[in-house]
Nanobody
């Protein structure tokens, strides 16, 4: 059984910063890509940032230069540092990871709310 547990969401004023964390636990053999998605009310879930096992990164155009994804492999944890937050960043942020136990599959966290006030 694998779990992804997110933390770090909250309410912040525009221009502020938040740091999200996502820790993977369970019978993990290896972790490939880890990343963050978000879903705003009435919108589809979208990719925010992803970090692969070879340290390649991919960011949504809307967050480039403001958000930074990083990973602590020893702790099976991925982080999302969010700076210069805008009201349009308001969404539920979900952690996603490709984890190998017996087989490789994608797992989702439960989501953490980020609200940016103007």
């Amino acid at each position: 059984q694998v779990q992804l547990v997110e933390s770090g969401g909250g309410l912040v004023q525009a221009g502020g910063s938040l740091r999200l964390s996502c820790a993977a636990s369970g019978s993990i053999f290896s972790i490939n890509a880890m990343g963050w998605y978000r879903q705003a009310p009435g919108k589809q879930r979208e990719l925010v940032a992803v970090l692969t096992s070879d340290s390649s990164t991919n960011y949504a155009d809307s967050v480039k230069g403001r958000f930074t994804i990083s990973r602590d492999n020893a702790k099976n944890t991925v982080y999302l540092q969010m700076n210069s937050l805008k009201p349009e960043d308001t969404a539920v942020y979900y952690c996603n990871a490709n984890i190998r136990t017996v087989v490789s599959r994608y797992y989702w966290g439960q989501g953490t709310q980020v609200t940016v006030s103007s």
